[in-house]
């Protein structure tokens, strides 16, 4: 293989390179010996420059064309081969193709989440990230500081150095911007043009230039994030009071829809109901004094009726006038040993003990007179 390439550099006289890859930055033109004859033909297509080494010092830069090398379009090393009258023999240089074209689309982002200080939430953690384009903008100076001796240099050697250039200016910037963090998203074009431009000197140093750098997505942690949908949720959400009661409202209509001779279906529409009263005298701002937990007193009655506290699973319910109890025990969700209390009792008892609610109970209607 080696005999044929050096037959085929004795043959060949064109120069040139055709790029079959997206990321392809430089390419190092190889010929046996790196000998090239007198007359041979340089093509350098559009966003490409070839840059000529002669004794490992840049010599000639060709711009996109095609040239018949010689003496007249090789002046830096016709003065290092000190050739005065032309020549006709082969000389030795390396050729480097140094592609111009702009790389898109590549990515940015913060590997941990930066710490700054907002108004509104107090010290607070982001992550950030988006695209960017870069592009050679001086060949010499991109060989001289990046490429060096790489034969073939891709986006991937230099892309970490220049995400890492990114995250630190564009950390600064939003850091000292101090704008609140729900407010950033509206200044993502602002952000990317300010960093362009902080970021200009750092390219150049390399050679390069960069643009379109673009801010997809500024974040709050996870944790923030949830706590922040809950805020939105009551901001949606309005009147709590109202929203409240509906949601009451609901539940009622929900259990109303069970069977009604069935038993576990009674319990609900009784939570129901003692869920409704609840919610009633903790949004009325007229009502301050809690249920009692134990044979504590409870609110006054309404006058000329009684009302009784119910016990449901081991938990204080209502108070409930009596047409309402009458309701509970039709759907079974009160039974003669359910445990009732009311004002003045001295303790919990069985609803039968009751005699105003030992009525409800009557399993069938009284006997007919005479019958």
């Not at 009633?280 to 044979?295: D, E, I, L, R």
Request: glycine letters at 10%; aromatic letters at 10%.
């Amino acid at each position: 293989m080696a005999i044929w390439d050096k037959f085929r550099g004795e043959l060949v006289d064109i120069i040139e390179w055709l790029d079959p890859s997206s990321d392809t930055m430089v390419h190092r033109f190889e010929r046996h010996g790196n000998e090239i004859k007198h007359g041979a033909k340089l093509t350098v297509r559009e966003g490409q420059v070839a840059v000529f080494i002669r004794e490992g010092k840049i010599a000639d830069v060709f711009d996109p064309g095609m040239y018949t090398l010689d003496t007249k379009n090789l002046p830096i090393i016709s003065t290092l081969e000190s050739w005065r009258h032309g020549f006709e023999s082969p000389f030795k240089a390396e050729v480097y193709f140094i592609s111009t074209r702009r790389v898109t689309n590549l990515k940015w982002g913060t590997k941990n989440p930066i710490m700054l200080r907002d108004a509104e939430f107090g010290p607070l953690r982001l992550r950030m990230f988006g695209t960017y384009c870069v592009r050679v903008s001086d060949p010499v100076t991109f060989i001289k500081e990046i490429v060096g001796t790489d034969g073939t240099f891709t986006t991937e050697e230099i892309t970490a150095q220049l995400r890492n250039l990114i995250v630190a200016r564009f950390s600064d910037l939003v850091a000292e911007s101090k704008i609140p963090a729900l407010d950033l998203a509206a200044n993502y074009d602002e952000f990317g043009r300010f960093a362009s431009e902080r970021l200009h000197p750092d390219f150049e140093a390399y050679g390069l230039d960069v643009s379109n750098l673009l801010v997809e997505n500024i974040s709050l942690p996870p944790a923030v994030e949830e706590v922040l949908d809950k805020r939105t949720s009551m901001g949606v959400i309005g009147n709590l009071q109202q929203y409240t009661q509906f949601q009451a409202a609901n539940a009622m209509e929900a259990a109303a829809d069970n069977p009604g001779g069935n038993a576990a279906g009674g319990m609900g529409m009784g939570m129901g109901f003692a869920m409704a009263n609840q919610m009633a005298q903790g949004f009325n701002p007229q009502n301050q004094q809690a249920a009692p937990q134990s044979a504590a007193p409870g609110p006054p009655p309404v006058p000329g009726q009684t009302t009784y506290y119910v016990a449901v699973n081991g938990a204080q319910t209502g108070p409930f006038p009596v047409a309402v109890l009458q309701q509970q025990v039709q759907q079974g969700a009160l039974t003669a040993e359910t445990l009732v209390w009311a004002q003045g009792m001295a303790g919990w008892v069985a609803a039968s003990q009751v005699p105003e609610i030992a009525g409800l109970f009557q399993q069938g209607p009284p006997p007919i007179p005479g019958g």
